[in-house]
């Protein structure tokens, strides 16, 4: 099949500077070609090293930002929000976004450090924005981001949008529950964001049983570039673990499978099949 008349999909990996060997996966993929964007986690200590890695590699590729609001520590202090130290789970957040609880200021203040903490290592804003657990969608969450993205000036990145049809989640019949509460928190953040100007995807897919569920993963990601939107964007979680990373995130060995997969034969045949090849934003 003639390149120009294949689907152009955005494949993001998430996470990066995680941890060293989340990072060094990441960059092995971009590198190949096997992915076409990742989005970086600035609150991590990893980043200052890890930022020059990647932008040896980035070639055209998305390099974005991820924003955190779950788990880890907090660039700078949030006695509401984060007293301990420690940002909260995704659980707590949720509920306190669709309550209306959550302290706007803090969280604004919060993006305000993670987007200069981006452009102090990579010298450029993030080409696009989303975020960790799919908080940048949450009520509460997603009117402090695009107030800051609005004032901050330069040009507008990318935002992911996690909204999709029903449809499309019943069709790829993967985690259908899951994909489409993720859906349903974003459908607020979609419209708002659309509304103010922002590019976005249309189409979203990756979400699966994070435990691997026994399916194989050529017949998940087949799933997940199937029943696309006209600029389709996929997420996954590729990476090396280890010890380091046990300690930070449930998801260890899955990133592991992820990784081989991606860099394997079997992830060509899989887009070769749905007549997709992967590309940045602006290719789509």
């Excluded at 992915?35 to 600035?42: E, F, G, L, N, Q």
């Excluded at 696009?128 to 040009?155: I, M, T």
């Amino acid at each position: 099949m003639a390149e120009d008349a294949r689907t152009r999909i955005v494949v993001c990996a998430d996470d990066y500077a995680l941890t060293p060997g989340v990072s060094r996966g990441i960059r092995e993929l971009i590198g190949a070609g096997r992915i076409s964007a990742t989005s970086v986690m600035t609150v991590c200590p990893y980043w200052p090293e890890e930022g020059p890695a990647l932008a040896a590699v980035a070639g055209d590729a998305d390099i974005g930002l991820h924003l955190t609001l779950t788990d880890q520590a907090p660039l700078g202090a949030m006695p509401e929000f984060a007293p301990s130290g420690r940002l909260p789970p995704i659980g707590k957040v949720v509920r306190a976004g669709l309550l209306g609880r959550l302290p706007t200021a803090e969280i604004e203040a919060e993006i305000e450090r993670q987007l200069e903490a981006f452009v102090a290592i990579w010298k450029r804003p993030p080409a696009h924005v989303d975020g960790h657990h799919h908080v940048h969608q949450l009520p509460g969450v997603r009117g402090a981001l695009l107030s800051v993205l609005s004032r901050r000036g330069g040009p507008r990145p990318y935002l992911r949008s996690c909204h999709e049809p029903l449809s499309r989640a019943l069709a790829r019949g993967v985690a259908w529950k899951k994909a489409l509460v993720i859906s349903a928190l974003g459908a607020g953040f979609a419209r708002t964001a659309a509304a103010e100007g922002f590019a976005m995807n249309n189409g979203f897919s990756g979400a699966y049983d994070l435990g691997g569920g026994g399916q194989p993963l050529a017949d998940l990601f087949a799933r997940f570039v199937a029943h696309l939107g006209p600029r389709p964007l996929m997420m996954c979680h590729p990476g090396y673990s280890d010890t380091t990373l046990t300690g930070l995130d449930s998801m260890t060995t899955q990133r592991d499978a992820e990784l081989a997969f991606l860099a394997s034969d079997e992830w060509s045949k899989v887009l070769a099949a749905a007549g997709c090849v992967v590309a940045p934003f602006k290719a789509i």
